[in-house]
Structure formats: structure tokens, C-alpha cells
């Protein structure tokens, strides 16, 4: 590594701004207070300047190169999408500011849930949850509440496909409920004969993310809700890969109940490391009471709390305000949740429109499956014989050569590529899951074929190439078990 | 290959079992190591507490994944294999033999009867590749 820590930057006594005098009498801090065993770095403006700049010139981003992680729809992020949100109006806004003085805000909201109700086909929507795995806990907790409301309090158990996403059984845990996993079938969709099984009155529900960690479209998604209906269960749809069916299907039509979206996957707002992320969630009717709260409602009367002196000169008395939900889960966030990231996806929404968001699931979706049949001649591909939707799953592995998936993907780094989400999901033996996203050109996922191809060559010509790279990063390969094993969580303890 | 010892008794989540005396001896397969790769943290019961059969009773974490270990047979925890916390790696060395995980007071020895046999656990083992 060729960049020293901030520590290691800097001498005794230099300082990154001069601070001015006081201008109020000094008042020593009470004893017992004064700390001075911090060891806080000292180092010039210029320093750290460089410093942090530099360091940001090694990170990889997808303003920087391709990045197919799998599941996380790593897709370019529109620069209008900053541009709106650094608004003084939104930008400026304080949390606690008075409902009538918020109103282009409440405005927004109100209409980022209408649309999330319309992409998803649900009749109540609630932008509290911060990101996609708080979204799972809010929607389990309202399945829960829903059971309870009916006085039905046996069912314990949600179902889960072993093709889900790995944070529903965390999701189901921290709900208080028991998880039973479902096997997939021969063609990767939910085993039916299994599910079948799994239906009794103990059932709360069943998480589905449709579609699976193996971008496949489960082909018995009809008799998979009717089945979990009919034994008194609600259906959870885990949204995160919506990006595969903007404008083409509903979950809310296909009889899902509760669905969170990923704004920072499928609506194009920064994450990984860029985020904060926003988890979205959507009911249909029966559980719209539920929804964690404040919500926005309008009301075209005006402000329902003030007896309004006069109308306004043009007339308009719609007013939006905050309400909770008659039986709430309650609130799962402070204030309104992510505002800025509300702001993104609207701007995202908006600038795309029904046709666009349309378009953006069908590229999505046809440059995955122009990878999966380059990348299908150079490595194993579980499910070949499918159309695949958003991203796909190959095997890393190579006849005659020993290297692995971990080793593929080290190897990628070097052609500047960011390695696709491996060893997930786990029922796909040394798993490579690869996420193009529409927003990539021909041109690239061409890049990325020829660097497979390569890497399948050198596999079997020049295993050791593989399992030494990355070779051209600022560190080569880590000692990911000692990492592990021997935790170092302060630089300070390297020191010592 | 795969080491399939003789003897023991197997579970589909790739667990072996041991009786010893009135007690079961139970660990994670060679199988289940190589296939998690080196493992990096290892979450036992603690002694005392009750499982039934085939429940999670602890949690085998690698750099490539995390997994639960299922009870071969319903009973009560009499004693854990402390060793494994500091040093998980035991059980990539030795997985039947100082890797094992928890010794088992079984509600019901017969349990035993319904797992699997180690000429059948070694077909299921090749048949997974």
C-alpha cells in the first residue's frame, strides 16, 4: 500500500486551521472531563487534503469502472438526481419544521408513495424504512401485527426459499418468528411438493424475492401465493431485484402482499459506501392500516388543524400533512425517513416516466442475458437452459484447473473490473452472481466477456497468475482468514 | 475424497454423530469443512441448553459462508468443545475427532436410528460432486 495512514502523516504541532481567538470570557471544563490521552492526528489542511484525495483515487466506483456485484444493482447514478436534491428548498429543510412551511416537501413524498403504489400495483405505501433489509424487518412486523389484530396468535413460522435473499431470515429472527427454508426445484423455482408441505395454520407468512438470487422468474409464482393464502399466510415480496420488472409486472397483481423497494438499487440513488440506502414499503389494502408511520396524506380542504381564515388567492386548498396509520406498526425511523434519497428517486421517476422505467427493466434484463450467453461459454451456468432476468449465476470454476470463484474474481480487479458477488447465493457451487444493469453499453459487457475468456485461458495455461492476482491493485491478494481470525479494529493496536 | 468414517452416524445437513456410552458426540463432516473452506468462527450453545432435533443449535462461519449445525438427536447439551472458540481452525484439521462441537444427553437414543449410514452419506457426498 502506498498510501500511509493519517497517523502517519503530519508532524507534533501542525494544525489544519488556525481557530480564532475567543471572543467570550474561557471557562475551564469541570475536572475529571479533560482528557488528554487522545491520540488524534496532526497534520496540515494540504495534508489532509491530499491525503483523502488520493486515497479516493484508489477506491473503485462505478464512476470509475464496471461493477456487476450481483443482487446490488450497482447502476450508474443520473447527476440530476444530485442536482435536485441539493435544492435549497429540500436541501434546507429541518425535520422539525412546521407542516405548513414543508409543503413542497410533504408534496414530494406524498407523491414518490403514489408512484411506489402504482410501479408496484399496491394500495398503501410508507418511505420510513432507511434501506432494503429494514424495509423486510417493517413489512414482517406488520404481517405479525395483521395476525395479532385477527386475534390469530399460533402462527410462528415464516417460510423461506433457499433462493431468497440472505437478510429475510435475519429479517424473520429480529421478528420474533422461526424460519423454515423451502428447497428450489430442478429449474430453480420454489419446490411446490415442499411448499406444499410447509402450509399449516402455524404459517404467518412466506418471504418470496421474485425474482430469486438466481435471477430467475419463478415460474409458479400464482400457485405459490395461492397456496401460502390458503393456509391464512400473507406473501412478503422482497423488491430488491424490481429492477427486472418495472413497467412489465406487479407484484401487487400478482397477490403479494407487502413489498419493499431498494430506491438505492432499482431507482438509481448512490450506495454502497455512497448511500444512505431507503427500504420503501408497499401493502395492499388489508394491510394498509399497518403501515409504519407518518405517512403523507393530502386533503383537499386545506389544513385540517387550522380554521382557515380566508382561502388562499388561487384557490387551491390542497394541503398534505403527516398522519400515523389507525394501526400502525409505529415509526421505524426518526423524522421522515431519508429525505435526500427521497428526492433522488423522484427525480429518477420523473425523468424516466412509465415508458422509461419500462425500458430501463428490458435492458436490465437484456444485458444480462447477452452476458449470460457469452460468459455461458467459458463457465458453468446452473440454469442455462432459462431466460434469466436482471443478473445471472455461473459457476466459477474451469475443467482441468483448480482455481475457484474467489479466484476469478481476484483476477477481474485487474482488467478494472469490480468483482461480481461471489459464493451467494449458496445453493450454487462456487458462485459467481453477475448484475450488469441496463446502464451499461455493449461495448463494455463486451470488456467484460473478453476478460472472462481470458481468465478461463490462464485458468488452465497459468493457474498461480490466478490464484496470486489482483496484481495490479494497490494491494494484491489478503490474508482474508488471518483478517478473520486475528481481529485488528485500531490502527493502535498495530502500532503496539 | 472425502473422509467417511466408518461407524459414526450422518445427517442430510452434513453433521456426524458418535454415541458414546449414554451420550452423542456430534461435529460438522469433512465434507462441510472443505466445502466452507477455513473456517473463522465458530458460536456453540451453552451447556444446559435443550434442542430438538434439527434445530440450529450453533453457527460454523468461513470466509466463503455462514452456517448453521443442526442437532443429530433431540436432547440437552452436556458439554461444548471451548477449544474451537480461539481456535476454530480444529475443525479444517480434524473435524471427527478434535473438531467436535457438543456432546448431546439425548432425549431418545433411538433418534440415532433414523440418520444415516456412512455407505449412504458418501453416495449422497459424490452425488453433490
Redesign the interface.
Known amino acids: 500500500m502506498t498510501e500511509p495512514v493519517i497517523y502517519d502523516i503530519g508532524r507534533p504541532g501542525l494544525c489544519a486551521m488556525p481557530f480564532p481567538a475567543p471572543d467570550v470570557p474561557r471557562a475551564p471544563l469541570p475536572d475529571g472531563m479533560v482528557r488528554d490521552e487522545l491520540r488524534l492526528p496532526e497534520a496540515s489542511q494540504l495534508d489532509v487534503v491530499r491525503h483523502f484525495t488520493r486515497l479516493s483515487a484508489l477506491n473503485h466506483s462505478i464512476d470509475k469502472g464496471f461493477y456487476p456485484l450481483g443482487s446490488c444493482t450497482m447502476k450508474y447514478n443520473p447527476r440530476i438526481n444530485e442536482d435536485m436534491a441539493r435544492l435549497a428548498g429540500f436541501a434546507g429543510t429541518h425535520p422539525m419544521q412546521d407542516e405548513e412551511v414543508a409543503q413542497g416537501n410533504l408534496h414530494l413524498m406524498f407523491t414518490l408513495q403514489e408512484w411506489l403504489k402504482e410501479i408496484g400495483g399496491f394500495a398503501g405505501a410508507s418511505l420510513q424504512p432507511a434501506a432494503g433489509a429494514h424495509g423486510e424487518f417493517a413489512g414482517i412486523l406488520m404481517v405479525r401485527a395483521y395476525h395479532l389484530d385477527r386475534g390469530d396468535t399460533q402462527r410462528r413460522k415464516i417460510l423461506i426459499p433457499d433462493s431468497a435473499h440472505g437478510t429475510n431470515p435475519a429479517s424473520t429472527a429480529m421478528s420474533g418468528y422461526s424460519v423454515v427454508e423451502i428447497p428450489s426445484d430442478s429449474r430453480g423455482n420454489v419446490d411446490l411438493a415442499a411448499l406444499r408441505a410447509a402450509c399449516d395454520d402455524h404459517v404467518a407468512g412466506l418471504m418470496l424475492t421474485n425474482p430469486n438470487t438466481l435471477g430467475l422468474f419463478d415460474e409458479h409464482v400464482q400457485e405459490v401465493v395461492d397456496l401460502v393464502h390458503g393456509c391464512g399466510g400473507l406473501v412478503y415480496g422482497d423488491g430488491a431485484n424490481m429492477n427486472a420488472l418495472l413497467g412489465i409486472a406487479r407484484p401487487g397483481d400478482l397477490g403479494f402482499d407487502i413489498l419493499h423497494y431498494n430506491l438505492h438499487k432499482t431507482f438509481g440513488t448512490p450506495h454502497g459506501g455512497g448511500g444512505p440506502g431507503s427500504g420503501p414499503v408497499a401493502v395492499c389494502e388489508r394491510l394498509a392500516h399497518f403501515l409504519p408511520g407518518p405517512i403523507v396524506e393530502r386533503v383537499d380542504e386545506g389544513n385540517p388543524s387550522l380554521v382557515r381564515r380566508e382561502p388562499p388567492e388561487d384557490g387551491d386548498l390542497t394541503y398534505y400533512h403527516l398522519v400515523m396509520p389507525p394501526k400502525s406498526i409505529g415509526r421505524v425511523k426518526v423524522f421522515h425517513g431519508h429525505m435526500g434519497i427521497f428526492v433522488r428517486a423522484y427525480a429518477y421517476i420523473r425523468m424516466h416516466g412509465p415508458d422509461g422505467l419500462r425500458r430501463v427493466a428490458e435492458h436490465a434484463v437484456l444485458n444480462a442475458n447477452y452476458l449470460q450467453a457469452r460468459v455461458g461459454q467459458w463457465f458453468p451456468i446452473p440454469q442455462r437452459d432459462r431466460i434469466c432476468m436482471h443478473e445471472f449465476v455461473a459457476e466459477g470454476t474451469v475443467p482441468g484447473s483448480d482455481v475457484r470463484a474467489l479466484d476469478i474474481s481476484k483476477r477481474l480487479m485487474d482488467f478494472g473490473i469490480h468483482p461480481p458477488t461471489n459464493y451467494f447465493p449458496l445453493i450454487v457451487h462456487e458462485a459467481l452472481m453477475i448484475e450488469p444493469t441496463e446502464t451499461e453499453s455493449k461495448a463494455t459487457l463486451d470488456t467484460f466477456a473478453a476478460a472472462m475468456a481470458q481468465i478461463a485461458r490462464e485458468a488452465v495455461e497459468q493457474p498461480e497468475l490466478l490464484h496470486q492476482a489482483p496484481h495490479t491493485t494497490p494491494v494484491s491478494r489478503m490474508d482474508e482468514v488471518k483478517a478473520a481470525r486475528e481481529l485488528v479494529l485500531s490502527y493502535w493496536n498495530v502500532k503496539q | 475424497m472425502m473422509n467417511v468414517p466408518l461407524g459414526l452416524f450422518y445427517t442430510e445437513h452434513d453433521e456426524w454423530a458418535q454415541r458414546v456410552g449414554q451420550e452423542v458426540v456430534t461435529g460438522i463432516t469433512d465434507y462441510a469443512q472443505d466445502q466452507l473452506s477455513?473456517i473463522?468462527?465458530v458460536e456453540l450453545p451453552e451447556v444446559g441448553d435443550h434442542y430438538a432435533a434439527g434445530e440450529p443449535y450453533g453457527v460454523v462461519?468461513s470466509?466463503?459462508?455462514a452456517s448453521d449445525v443442526f442437532m443429530p438427536v433431540g436432547g440437552e447439551i452436556v458439554a461444548v468443545n471451548e477449544e474451537l472458540e480461539s481456535a476454530?481452525?480444529i475443525i479444517n484439521q480434524d473435524p471427527f475427532g478434535k473438531g467436535w462441537m457438543v456432546r448431546i444427553q439425548p432425549d431418545d437414543q433411538s433418534e440415532l436410528g433414523s440418520l444415516l449410514d456412512a455407505a449412504t452419506y458418501q453416495a449422497r457426498v459424490e452425488a453433490k460432486?
Open positions: 477455513d473463522v468462527y462461519e470466509v466463503k459462508a476454530p481452525e460432486g
